[in-house]
């Protein structure tokens, strides 16, 4: 194709700049009044934004930063849509209907905790299924994953999670999974993020409260079980449970790094498993982990429960029972003697609850909500607080509780919700300080506190960023929210190194969707392969450059080059694929990219002078542009899959050659239909479902012509995916030359 350079400089460049910000800010907006609610222009733009990725590629994830109003989005992506599923955790159903009602959306629920109970959807064959906290997807060994992947594989999927990674880039792969299938596990990061729509609240141009810290709360008391926890004699499990034991004491020093509440529980629980061995092992069994689950521990008793379904316990001995017994023994009385120790000593958990008491003193004004892991931490601490403060309210998964007893979730909720005005809850029902477990970490709008502790570090630092997440919020009150983190002891702090592993999991998690704000002190970052959504200064920019510019409208049949003065070399491009927009940059001889930040930045160095572009400068322009053209179709059309997907693959692919090759004469012509169908599902992107019922049929003693209509139909109930876009192709390129500006 041939670049078009007639024209002033300036007025070439006008023109190019106005090009440019038509195609990118001209996508199709929806309305901004959906029902009762209003639309923010960041959420009508995420909207457009899935819209497109729906009919491309037959699914997206949006992964906003938490606060920025998820919920709102994929109900106006769902708004239009005659058969809709919303799969919700089961804590927040009441929050979706109630969204739901307000938007004016109607759409059929199902709890994910349906789902891993074998539930079926109560509509068939939805059009459109949005899965909210699809991090709770994230293991495709589940039968959550099964359910859910099954589902996906008749319906365009929309994936809300501000954490899509938890821990493991393999997180996000099994979540894209549901619809891009096998693909998603050969695909590189940038492709990855081609499918992920992520903002941060200062890229979507919004203002919401600035966090304050953490500020490290630190025990005046030592706490130091360092040793005696690391001496305890190792455990003897039941005689399935693997190579586990190590995992005992990790889980012990987890406990006592939250609380000594907790790391009791977890003593006590070990010393009710051991007696139940001993018990066990003396009757001549030895017990499986399930068996072992049915003996109960409380108030220095042991008791078997249902004792005449549990006979015999276990599988005969194996020789070395005497050595078992001795281990479990000894085991036991280092329990005994640690517990012993403990109640002798001071408890640290005293001095927890007096520093929680001395933050909400310093916001006598605010609502403060604390966090743990543990339901032990929780209760011991709110019992604590209780006695010191008024208006202190625990929740847990048995339930809530304040000072007059039991209270229900709704009623500790609704005073926390933007819904309710402080001056409806009466001084003496107010809930000024909130004790929680990470119940209420995900998906619930909290933005009336304004405080939030962390009792303790999660291993997963997606629990950080969803505890502060639920009080910062878009709409907030507040201008500030304060974050505080009560300091393990600093001997478990050295052993565990749970800082250290949070870290580099934040660090994981901002290389593919960024990240919008820390728990740990690291700095706010944008994924370098993020997908092409741009900042709000870039927005800015486009936004100016439609406005100022007098000149006409490029013709669309070949691209326009102008050239700028600009302190570094490089080039901004915008190519078209289909009703895809492009926008890449490059510096310094650089490949294109759809690096968000580069583009911002070469946006911005197109405001410099106008100049004529050279004959070279159009030609190493096309030439960068036919680079990344022929790369990015050749990564579209290989489609690569995982080794194990491909071997699946080409395992049917020939056992539909050999049941051809093996059939009567007479049958080939009949089958030859059914197999070329067969062939062309297998050259198909399938979904994880899909693939999931190729890997049995690939496995399956017998392969029939049955088989070969079973293979078919995957590809027949799936609606379309990956659009053919076609060649890439330019449509407005502004060179940058370096030199001087005046």
Sequence with gaps: MTAAVHGEPAALLDAVRARIADEILTAELPPAALGALTLFPHQRRAVARVRRLLRLAGGAMLADATGLGKTFVALAVGASVERLLIVVPAALMDAWHHSAQRAGVAASFISAESLS?????????????????????????????AALAAICDRSRVLLLTATPLQNRRDDLVAELALFLGDAAAAASDEELARFVVRRRAADAGLRLPVVIGPTRVELPVADDLLDELLALPPPVLGRDEGEAAALVSYSLLRQWSSSRAALVAGLRRRLAKALALTTSLEAGCWPSREELLAWSFGDDALQLALPELLSPLGTQLPTHVSLLLAAVREHTDGLRLLLSRIRSSRDPDEFRARSLDDVCRAHPDTRVIAFSQYAETVEALAHLLMR????????????????GGRISRRDILSQFSPHTRP?????????????????????????????????????NPARLEQRVGRVRRLGSPHDEVHVYAISPPASSERLLRVETRLRDKLRLASTIVGLDSSSLDATPSVAPLAPPELASDSLAILERWQRNSAAERTARDSPRVAAVIAPDEGLLVLLAAGDERFLLASVNSGGLSLDAGLVTRVLAACDGPPVPPSDDEIARAMHAVRSWSIHWLGRRQLSLGSRAGTHCRARLARRITDLLATAPRHQRAALADAASAARRTLATSLGAG???????????RDFDARSLVQIAKLSERRQARNVDLGEPVPLAIVVLRRGERD
Excluded: K, M
Aim: glycine content about 6%; proline content about 5%.
């Design 117 to 145: 109970r074998g539930n079926r959807p109560p509509v068939a064959d939805p059009e459109l299924v949005i899965v909210d906290e699809a991090h709770h997807f994230r293991n495709p060994r589940t039968n959550r994953y």
């Design 388 to 403: 010191r403060r008024a208006g202190v309210a625990e929740l847990t998964g048995h339930g809530g509780r304040v000072t």
């Design 423 to 459: 001056s409806s809850v009466r001084d003496c029902e107010r809930i000024s300080l909130l004790v929680t477990t990470d119940v209420l970490s995900e998906g619930l709008d909290l933005q009336n506190a304004s405080v939030v502790v962390h009792l303790d570090l999660p291993w």
């Design 690 to 700: 899909a693939e999931c019922a190729l890997a049995a049929l690939a496995a399956a």
